[in-house]
């Protein structure tokens, strides 16, 4: 090339893969031509050899620095030159190789990026905003504050049904079709997300004051009147559906909390029967709120040991001995400070929560016990209480037959008190798991007897050792009142069956009277001792002279 400018305006055309530069030309000179190739982003890759007769060092430094990838010196060398030339072109197709192989794995990186975010913004069934997307978008509402909008929550009746009789495919086909159809009720600005298995949720915004939200509503469910096509066959399910409204006025900003409250509300309205909806109301949200707190804490509670045994001392009522005693959970809130199972049980219950906490109170009632039998007071026994759903576990023998082996219990020492409606509620499999307790020696309590299924007819079925008499009856409990006459009953009956009866909740000296006349074997209750925790009873034993048989009552300061 005869001059810097011609191979300037030749560049595009011949798209070489390396130039060789002369520094001296006619013209703009080598530097400039350099400096403007490794400038512009199309050429910058292509490798310069700078060939100078000028072989001083700053030459050379400029040379480098303007961007030239090497320099041969004039007279040129042919063989130097090749090599040179190989070796540049080498690393230039290396350097080209590189680059494609970056670009492609940037494209994945994109391309994956995309399908990522399109998974978590989309459900892949039915192509409508997933659940992470409606709680960005109410996030989004709440943040502006300017806007009313409300959450229609929709759950299908019995989904599990059509998977159950027509398999997934068909259970995906209805889901699609319902996605279809609800999607007709949307305004332009409305969104259907799906959240859950057969769960959509509505975000309607605006909400302008002549909006009939309640027709809408009908509307929405009455399009469930229609059957939908699936490939197999036509299917007719029905939907409930819960309404939270949100605004600046919300109760509570947090996007997640008013999903729940429209969920709360889809509840209710299950529970009113299908095809039903329910508005929120503000009460049920404090009460979920409560109740979620509480299952947070109950969690916490089981995991840092806050659960604590306290016990009743059982009497009998003819010597005033204490026999035994009723271990009965209390839980050290930290802040609450001591709080009754009355407040802690049924939610243990529901949540299952139970059984670990149950086989907290049996260990450590065990420990204590055994404890005490160690001290030398070996006939004590004590009764722990056992829920419904603890008494359907199916880790219940394994779980005692632990505690028993860790602590070296006396089995015949322990006695579980359950309710009639733990037994009727398993009765099938209550028998065998009687037997097997009573192969252990352990003893079985039918607790707050009276107040349930109270048939002592059936009684007999079951192998158990005796019933406590709810405190129900024993608190009014004069002669010739009816609840006198319950108590005598079921007393004179217990002793047919050869039964031991308790007579809960004995406050007064009357009761214990009218009991004792009956001929009740034993009792509990705060005219003897109120529950206390293990430190304060063995205070007490400790006060009782050791191994003197019988022993007085204990008793507690009232
Ligand atoms: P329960 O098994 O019938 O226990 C007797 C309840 O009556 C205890 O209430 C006791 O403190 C109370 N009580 C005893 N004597 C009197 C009295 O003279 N007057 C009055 N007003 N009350 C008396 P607590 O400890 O609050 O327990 C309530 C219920 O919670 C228990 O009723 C039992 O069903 C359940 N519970 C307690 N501990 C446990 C446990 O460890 N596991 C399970 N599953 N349930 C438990
Ligand atoms: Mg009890
Ligand atoms: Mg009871």
Redesign the pocket.
Known sequence: MESGEKALALLPLLQPDLILLDVMMPGIDGFTLCRQVKTTAEWQSVPIIMVTALASKETLAQCLELGADDFVSKPVNRLELMARVRSMLRIRQQYQQLNSFNAQIEAKVVQRTAELQDLIYHDSLTRLPSRTNLLERIGHLLDDQRTDFALAYLDCDQFKLVNGAFGYTVGNQLLQAIATRLQRHLRPTDILARVGEDEFCFLLTPIPPDFALEAWVEAVLQSFHQPFQTSHCEIFITACLGLALGNAATLTPDPEALLQAADTAMYRAKRQGKGCYQRFDPQLYEATLRRLTLENDLQRALDQGELVVYY?PIVSLSTHQTTGF????RWHHPDRGIV???EF?PCLEETGL?VRA?LI?LRQACTQLQQWHRQGWTDLTVS????VR?FASPTLLADIDQVLAETGLNPASLKL?VTESAIMENAESVITLLHALRDRQIQISI??FGTGYSSLGYLHRFPIDGLKID?SFVQDMRPAQRNYQVVETIITLSNQLGLAVVA????THDQLQALQDLGCELG????FAK?APAEAITATLLNQPLGSSPRPALRAQR
């Open positions: 009743q009723e271990a009965l959970v009754p199972p009355g049980i139970v149950g109170v722990v209480n056992l829920s603890q008190e607790d707050d405190r809960e909740g004995i406050e509990q209750g705060f005219f529950p």
